[in-house]
């Protein structure tokens, strides 16, 4: 069975796709058969990435709201379930990056704003999504990693991501044999918004790896972490 037909039928909801690398690995995955909810922060935002999928020919969908904000979040549920369909894939790639700051600076609302948009909401819609997930006996969940250390002026960014690996191992485990894999991915320091422009690799360097964790076959890795600098072309 080809990538293209295993993909085809499947749905896959992409956090932050309106650009960087969400777009990215939502334009590879339409490319691989996979139709796409792209998600942005504003409707206006995810217009480029819409229009990058249309031209691949999958059917492709839009949801917005703001991470940072647990109602909007339980919005997108809403309307994914309501009006778009079952999710297969889920991507949750969106996430900001720390203010750079002194670590005996940082606030609690600093640490409350990264762990909403950079834990919370990614481990809200792993358990919304990846209940129905196991219900229907497949799924692929991916959530973003990061490889940095070392930067206690960014503390709560690394952190926050250090949380969301601990618990995607635990769901891996949760989840076990279901037919549903649940892995990390480090995307590398890229040039994109959130890393800046001396990062290491330009974007375009993210794909093929980015989607080698929603092509798995069944029973195949689960609870695994993943570089996408390690499978560049």
Known sequence: MSILKKLQGKLALITGS???IGQKTAV???REGCDIIVHGRKEENNLKTIDLIKEIGVKV???CGELSNSNDVEKIIGTIKSQIGHVDILYNNAAVM???KPVWEITKEDWDEIMQINFYSPVRLCIEFGKDMKNCGYGRIINLSTGMENE???CPYSISKAAL???????AYELNGTGVL???LDPGWLKTDLGGPNADHEVDTVIPGAIIPALLEDNSFTGHFFRAQD???
Do not use: C, H, I, Q
């Open 152 to 154: 206690p002026s960014l």
């Open 18 to 20: 309106s650009r960087g």
């Open 98 to 100: 720390a203010k750079f």
């Open 165 to 171: 690996d601990k618990f995607t191992k635990e769901f």
């Open 28 to 30: 590879a995955l339409a």
């Open 61 to 63: 969908y839009s949801v």
């Open 231 to 233: 499978y560049r072309e």
């Open 182 to 184: 649940v892995n990390m």
